[in-house]
Nanobody, 124 residues
Framework: QVQLVESGGGLVQAGGSLRLSCAAS????????MGWFRQDPGEEREFVAA????????YFADSVKGRFTISRDNAENTGYLQMNNLKYEDTAVYYC?????????????????WGSGTQVTVSS
């Protein structure tokens, strides 16, 4: 059974940093693209970042470029989202996701497996 478990969310002031983790089990983590998405209540889930399993290439939403980085430790079956210079508008539930795909990675429909999310709240 595949499980993705996020951790590291919390309350932080604007300008602060958080690092989210995504612990994966039940799959060969190194053979899966890992993505991060976020969702506000009443809004659609939006793409944040992804790291492609085939070559390690990383993608970011324009709204987080230069502030967020994505990484992975295949030996530990864990992915990370480092979030710096956080803004109020980054407040959301953050989800990690995994897929065998290497294209169309900004689409939620491209991902096979999802975690249950971790809340990030940025105070202004």
């Amino acid at each position: 059974q595949v499980q993705l478990v996020e951790s590291g969310g919390g309350l932080v002031q604007a300008g602060g940093s958080l690092r989210l983790s995504c612990a994966a089990s039940g799959l060969t983590f190194s053979a899966y693209t890992m993505g991060w998405f976020r969702q506000d209540p009443g809004e659609e889930r939006e793409f944040v970042a992804a790291t492609r399993w085939t070559d390690g290439y990383t993608y970011f939403a324009d709204s987080v470029k230069g502030r967020f980085t994505i990484s992975r430790d295949n030996a530990e079956n864990t992915g990370y989202l480092q979030m710096n210079n956080l803004k109020y508008e980054d407040t959301a539930v953050y989800y990690c996701a995994a897929t065998r795909r290497s294209t169309l990675l900004a689409l939620t429909s491209s991902y096979e497996y999802w975690g249950s999310g971790t809340q990030v709240t940025v105070s202004s």
